[in-house]
């Protein structure tokens, strides 16, 4: 039997590289050799137990590789291509599938929520040596040469998230949004606001680094929240409210500062994966006025 190294959570802040079997290609699948993939902040609430796997699962959802085997029905694609493979693999076949709703792909059955999320959760992930993709047909894109695998490998789940993240929101031209957090999947959705023509953005961020890169990728502002109070600043800059706010980090206190800085009728577009669960406050839905 041959193996392949790969990086196989245990338990929590358990994990490490060991031999395991290598996959084969059966019909309507594909194994790349991963050339390329990356840690996402998802991985480590894995490792910390936060989000529930089970032992054995090898992480990692960002695959960039080659082509080394190609099972039977496949067309379009030969051995040797170079591949980009999205986080979400979802069946094409199924119900959520057909009605466009592809991240909540029933495996080829009905609808199951998150469940166009396999790789490092469901099934064997991208950080190995080899990957085996289901539904090959629809989950392999080809890589222009003139791309370097750095180039695309946050294409995969961390730009295309934030990305997401604004068209989620429905941006429209002129529209006001604040990001919370400012990470990698952050900063992609305050371009993706930028791009959707949004006339204000305004990010919200603490380190240096993340506060300038912000500026680069779009934001008009970015307020640090321990030097103010998020909240009462953002309705002070947009005269009572965004139009959208996007939550990137995946805590409670963020979650519930979207709702509070929100104008009436606003849309909170929500990125974070939170530990336990999230709870929406019902006063941040009131305006309370006083004399």
Not at 88 to 116: D, F, M, N, Y
């Amino acid at each position: 039997m041959q193996t392949m190294r790969a990086n196989v959570f245990r338990g929590p802040n358990k994990i490490g590289i060991e031999e395991v079997p290598r996959p084969s290609a059966g019909v309507g699948e594909a194994v790349i050799r991963i050339t390329l993939t990356t840690i996402c902040g998802t991985d480590l609430h894995i490792l910390r137990g936060e989000y529930p796997v089970k032992p054995g699962l090898v992480i990692g959802h960002e695959p960039v590789g080659v082509i080394e085997e190609l099972g039977e029905g496949l067309s379009g694609y030969k051995i040797g291509d170079r591949i980009l493979v999205p986080a979400i693999t979802p069946c094409g076949q199924c119900r959520a599938c057909l009605s466009a709703q592809w991240a909540q792909c029933g495996h080829g059955e009905g609808v199951e929520a998150i469940g166009g999320w396999r790789f490092g959760n469901t099934i064997n992930g991208a950080q190995a040596e080899y990957l085996l993709v289901p539904n090959a047909q629809a989950n392999l894109a080809k890589i222009p040469d003139e791309l370097s695998d750095e180039q695309v490998v946050l294409l995969a789940d961390i730009a295309s998230t934030g990305f997401s993240g604004a068209e989620s929101a429905n941006i429209r031209i002129g529209d006001t949004v604040a990001v919370f957090a400012q990470g990698p999947i952050g900063l992609c959705a305050t371009a993706g606001a930028k791009l959707s023509g949004a006339s204000y953005i305004i990010g919200v961020e603490g380190d240096p680094v993340r506060m300038e890169m912000s500026k680069r990728m779009g934001a008009h502002v970015v307020l640090d929240p321990t030097q103010c109070d998020v909240v009462a600043e953002i309705k002070k800059l947009t005269g009572g409210g965004t139009d959208v706010a996007i939550e990137a980090l995946g805590l409670q206190s963020t979650f519930e500062n979207c709702l509070r800085c929100l104008r009436p009728g606003g849309t909170l577009s929500s990125l974070g994966v939170y530990s336990g669960k999230i709870q929406v406050p019902y006063d941040a839905f009131l305006v309370i006025t006083r004399s």
